[in-house]
């Protein structure tokens, strides 16, 4: 049984940082492309960062680009994403998972709701 736990999120001012924490049971990170999805309401999941199964790749939303950093530690099972230079556009609930389709170059697709056990997320909120 896959279970996730995403944690680190919270209420900052703009320019601040924020590290987001995901650790997994049933579930190895290593194993796929993963990476870190955000939801605002009334909005479609989007991939905002996501790593290949080997960790040579990573894929970052246009939006992102420059200021949040993902990483993984397979031998803690965790992956991580540094938020850098945060604005309030960020303010989302903020998920990991497995990605449904990755291409370094092009995208991260988040799999369907009903596909996978999605977490509870963890809140950003960035006030100007």
């Known amino acids: 049984q896959v279970q996730i736990a995403e944690s680190g999120g919270g209420s900052v001012q703009a320019g601040e940082s924020l590290r987001l924490g995901c650790t997994a049971s049933?579930?190895?990170?290593?194993?796929?492309?993963v990476g870190w999805f955000r939801q605002t309401p009334g909005k479609e999941r989007e991939g905002v960062a996501c790593?290949?199964?080997?960790?040579?790749?990573?894929y970052y939303a246009d939006s992102v680009t420059g200021r949040f950093t993902i990483s993984r530690d397979n031998s803690k099972n965790t992956l991580y994403l540094q938020m850098n230079k945060l604005k309030p556009e960020d303010t989302a609930m903020y998920y990991c998972?497995?990605?449904?389709?990755?291409?370094?170059?092009?995208?991260?697709?988040?799999?369907?709701?009903?596909?996978?056990?999605w977490g509870q997320g963890t809140q950003v909120t960035v006030s100007s």
């Open positions: 790593i290949g199964q080997s960790g040579g790749t990573t």
């Open positions: 998972a497995p990605a449904s389709a990755y291409s370094s170059d092009d995208y991260c697709t988040p799999l369907a709701a009903d596909d996978f056990p």
């Open positions: 049933g579930l190895r990170f290593g194993d796929s492309a």
